[in-house]
């Protein structure tokens, strides 16, 4: 079965960092478009920052590119989030998403086909 596991969410200070991992498992078939998504308490899913798999190009939501850097380890199937200055808007729980089917292109913010549980990020100030 396909899985996407998400590790390293937790409770930081504002102006802390943290760094999310997803790992994709019993994939058959390569994934095209990877990345990350969040929904904060009473607020709809948005999308923070993809990853195309084949050249390692990337796509973030204005509001948090600068602050966040999303990276891959193609050979693991492993995507990181490396999240600095975060602050208590960024509270949220992220879920990694990933897709088989396209590559990361305009329409990414609306969401990919697979999605993680997701894991807790916690901002206080």
């Known amino acids: 079965a396909q899985v996407l596991v998400e590790s390293g969410g937790g409770s930081v200070q504002a102006g802390g960092s943290l760094r999310l991992s997803c790992a994709a498992s019993?994939?058959?078939?390569?994934?095209?478009?990877m990345g990350w998504f969040r929904q904060g308490p009473g607020k709809e899913r948005e999308g923070v920052a993809v990853i195309d798999t084949a050249d390692g190009s990337t796509r973030y939501s204005n509001s948090m590119k600068g602050r966040f850097t999303i990276s891959q380890d193609y050979a693991k199937n492993i995507v990181y989030l490396q999240m600095n200055s975060l602050q208590p808007e960024d509270t949220a729980m992220y879920y990694c998403?990933?897709?088989?089917?396209?590559?990361?292109?305009?329409?990414?913010?609306?969401?990919?086909?697979?999605w993680g549980q997701g894991t807790q990020v916690a901002v206080s100030s």
């Open positions: 019993g994939y058959r078939y390569s994934i095209k478009c």
């Open positions: 998403a990933a897709d088989t089917y396209r590559w990361c292109d305009g329409t990414w913010f609306r969401g990919l086909r697979d």
